[in-house]
């Protein structure tokens, strides 16, 4: 049997069952009825009317099949759980040995699906770590006795502080001997590689896949809600998203791998589950499950992975055991990144910090600096949003829109002739902030510096002015057309800040070790008291908080990157107080307005609060919407189908002789009139069809178009309070709401007004969007 006749046949029983358990309430409903037989308490069964829609059984095949979904649509996700719930029904009523291993083979599909997922994601994540770091390496030198080593591999055998021989600068290699030729040569290969690197990402992008550019998340969270867009998680998508972020990051710009890894593992787990057919109901919770292994990839951090899926992406929504199913993913994808190893460190992620006792001690004086750059964090946060969004509208409306690729080649050579000059801003954004994790070690080498005691003020202006530059590179960065995270450079903006406050606080210790506010440290000036490290994860924690606007997550992700048990108190507080702040400046994360600037149908979980409206305050009235109206003898099959071809609406309501009597979606109503309108036009027939079960009339002749009606259309008074229509739309993942008055249609409300009501107060909604009906 095929799949859609499969799918026919289930919804048919399940239309048939459904239809028995509403007569059945009829039949027992006390309330609704009085001893005569009459309707009480009519006002208040109103508030929830149900226009009268009975199945019949004759339908055809051509309107019982499941619209395929075109881009730019929303699942259905009532009839999607439908024919799930038929499925595992009908898998469960078969008997006997085949019965037994149809069951055992849809178990395990699914979790041969997260298997996979996990293994491949976190393959993928390990051969990209290589890829960055060995392509990022070569801008600076190479090594002598292999070209394919990346610096640490090279000086692998190495003692911490020693100077490697082996690793060599493209001057040494050259053995070019005069400074200043020394510093052309770096310079000219540092800004040619990283321009190549960019611009090949920039090419491959537009030329093969368009999808693979930014981040990801945004459009992963409107997939997981039900936005069709399937070229999204193409595997050209996925091989271009790979092998472009490689080259972007390795580039030098100021964007990161973390967030795009949540794509890319998307992706595999599509390409994974293709082979499985699976229904888009499944489809969903694999994709969750994949975006939490994409996290846990990026971090390192398979619980902060599965808090972000909760967080971030809402997948308390998606189905039971999504959050198990997740944590599976998360895990296997984890053990196959530490198994690979590809940091050498046997450790999970490269930003590890080194735990000594002298910093799992933190003094109360401490909370002053680092409220400061809690609200920092929160201030700059909001900060960048603006200024990404404004950068990004901008680019859109400006002639930079229609050379995208000299853009990013652009940007590209102004980012490496401003970093070159920069110790901190030269080195990958990844090395930095692993040095600025790190705590001052005599035993280990000093980056660039940075454990100086005499260069404390140079360090702090360094770092300030590193931080600067990253917020103006990255407010532009973000949004090119190559793959682009956020996640990392805002943690090296903030770890800069944090790094040099902690810098600042030491100057302090040291310049006043007796001052009343150190009487908690050591007198002597030279004992170990604060741990400059330590602020740049404070800081690190803020930044990110005032940017992705995440909590719960985010405070598991740092403690897991960094191993400090006894500072996870200071992380809470960083982290809260930089979300207030920022929320003071705008609710909306970084995701969140880009999902607004691009109208996507993605409705947020957040409670809505109205202030007395109700659903005729913004439903659109009747009069506004393009209704199928049909009168006592039915109407003509020319007439439907000249509304179906017209307006691509998802679909229409229809009213028969003044009362509502249902909806129909567009793509059911055009299968099932393209056969029809076939006939017509081969005869030459003019022949009227009828959406009510009973004709009035009692006219036989009329094609009976009833069962096309949608089982699911909830119909509501239009005073309704509007913060219970919106809850609806949330809770029960409705697509649209129709509005009654005694029968009659009075309006019409879509998730799409729903979404509107939750971005009007963005500044650049709809900013990106693309022109559709």
Known sequence: ?????????????????????????????????????????????????????????????????????????????????AVERERKRLLAAQRGYRGLLALIADSSSMWLVTILTGIGIGTAGACLDVLVRW????????????????QVTCCSGVDPGEVCREWQSWSEYFHIRTIFTQSLLQSFVYATLAVAFAGSAAVLVKTYAPYAFHTGIPEIKAILNGYVLDAFLSPWTLLIKALGLALAVASGLSLGKEGPLVHVSCCMADLISKMFKEVHARKRRVLTGAAVAGVSVAFGSPLGGVLFGLEELDTFSSGPNVMWRGFVTSVIAAMA??????????????????????????RRFELIPWLILAVLGGVLGAFLIRLNAAAAVYRRNSTVHNWPTLEVISCTAITAAVSYPVVFLRAQTSELV?????????????????????????????????????????????GMMIPAGIFLPTIAIGASFGRAMGLITEGLYRAYPTAWIFSSCPPEPTAKCISPGFYAVIGAASMLGGVTRMTVSLVVILFELTGALSHVLPIMIAVMVSKWVGD????????SLWIAMREYPWLPPAEYRDKGETAADVMKPAANLVVINENRDGCTLQDINQIAN?????????????????????????????????????????????????????????????PLLEEAALQLREEMPLEVVVSMFQKLNLRHILFSHEGRLTGMLTKTDIVRLFTAQFPYTAALSEPRW
């Not at 790190?438 to 360090?459: M, R, V, Y």
């Not at 509502?660 to 036009?681: F, N, P």
Request: charge should be negative.
């Open 434 to 478: 692993v040095n600025l994790f790190q705590e001052c070690d005599p035993s280990k080498g000093d980056f660039h510096g940075l454990c100086n005691p005499t260069a404390i003020w140079a360090n702090v202006f360094l770092l300030v002015l590193t931080a600067v530059t990253k917020i103006a590179l990255t407010a532009w960065t973000f």
């Open 337 to 362: 990144l530490q198994y690979i190893d590809p940091f050498g460190t046997s450790k999970l992620v490269l930003f590890q910090v080194n735990i000594t006792e002298a910093t799992t001690v933190w």
């Open 646 to 706: 017209t307006y691509r609406f998802h679909g229409f309501p229809v009213v028969c002789g003044g009362q509502l009597i249902g909806y129909v979606t567009r793509d059911r109503l055009k299968t099932t009139l393209e056969s029809l309108s076939e006939d017509d036009a081969r005869t030459g027939a003019m022949r009227k069809c009828t959406f009510a079960p009973h004709p009035a009339n009692g006219n036989m002749e009329l094609i009976n178009l009833s």
């Open 584 to 591: 003071y400046f705008g609710k909306e994360g970084i995701y």
């Open 135 to 150: 392509l990022g390496d070569l801008r600076e030198g190479r090594c002598t006795y292999g070209f394919f080593y990346n």
């Open 1 to 81: 049997m095929s799949a859609p006749t499969q799918a026919h046949t289930a919804l048919v029983q399940f239309d048939r069952h459904l239809l028995a358990r509403m007569r059945n309430l009829q039949q027992h409903v006390s309330w609704f009825e009085s001893t005569n037989g009459h309707v009480q308490d009519i006002e208040d069964a109103e508030q929830y009317e149900l226009a009268e829609n009975e199945f019949d059984s004759t339908r055809t095949t051509s309107s019982r099949k499941r619209g395929i979904y075109q881009e730019g649509d929303t699942i259905d996700w009532h009839r999607e759980e």
